[in-house]
T-cell receptor, first 114, second 111 residues
Framework: SQQGEEDPQALSIQEGENATMNCSYK?????LQWYRQNSGRGLVHLIL???NEREKHSGRLRVTLDTSKKSSSLLITASRAADTASYFC??????????????WGLGTSLAVNP | DAGVIQSPRHEVTEMGQEVTLRCKPI?????LFWYRQTMMRGLELLIY????????DSGMPEDRFSAKMPNASFSTLKIQPSEPRDSAVYFC?????????FGEGSWLTVV
């Protein structure tokens, strides 16, 4: 079952603008990850943030995590046409013990217009 | 590093036929996952293996689906008999820890 919920479902912006996507989840977690999927391709890992971290940066990506609200956001700054893709959040489940199954959201489809 | 390798990349088959999807994980990764992705249901975990042993197959839709991992470098997902509702992209992925590395997917169409 999907526990991650990204919003918005779809986002269209102009090149150079910032894009913000949000993810909510339901269980206690060890970490939360963001992945990107270009059309017709497999998912690619972008960034992982641990439950004891509040913010993490990687290049033009900034991820925040609020465990009290069970939510995360992904900010892409100075967007480029090449950032056009679907973005997914995925969480583990702290209560699942050694089960390494990730729980995925349905994704945010981002279109960056040149 | 070649990444996760899946075959075939595309398959069109007739209802009732057996379909076998193949996967070679990244060397050294001890976990392997089979996912299915559709527009309606998104990304669904079908089964995952840890050190070649199936750990969680609760996502396997029904007895028509089976998966094997005979060794650390090879896994198969079999659908027999196939049905039109099995049409989807099937991803294999492997992981050494938290991060999951996906293959490019096998695009299955059952007509």
């Amino acid at each position: 079952s999907q526990q991650g919920e990204e919003d918005p479902q779809a986002l269209s912006i102009q090149e150079g603008e910032n894009a913000t996507m949000n993810c909510s989840y339901k269980t206690s977690i060890n970490n939360l990850q963001w992945y990107r999927q270009n059309s017709g391709r497999g998912l690619v890992h972008l960034i992982l943030i641990r439950s004891n971290e509040r913010e993490k940066h990687s290049g033009r990506l900034r991820v925040t995590l609020d465990t009290s609200k069970k939510s995360s956001s992904l900010l892409i700054t100075a967007s480029r046409a090449a950032d056009t893709a679907s973005y997914f959040c995925a969480t583990d489940d702290l209560d699942a013990g050694n089960n390494r199954k990730l729980i995925w959201g349905l994704g945010t489809s981002l279109a960056v217009n040149p | 590093d070649a990444g996760v390798i899946q075959s075939p990349r595309h398959e069109v088959t007739e209802m009732g036929q057996e379909v076998t999807l193949r996967c070679k994980p990244i060397s050294g990764h001890n976990s392997l996952f089979w996912y299915r992705q559709t527009m309606m249901r998104g990304l669904e975990l079908l089964i995952y293996f840890n050190n070649n042993v199936p750990i969680d197959d609760s996502g396997m839709p029904e007895d028509r689906f089976s998966a094997k991992m005979p060794n650390a470098s090879f896994s198969t997902l079999k659908i027999q008999p196939s049905e039109p509702r099995d049409s989807a992209v099937y991803f294999c992925a492997s992981s050494p820890g938290n991060t999951i590395y996906f293959g490019e997917g096998s695009w299955l169409t059952v007509v």
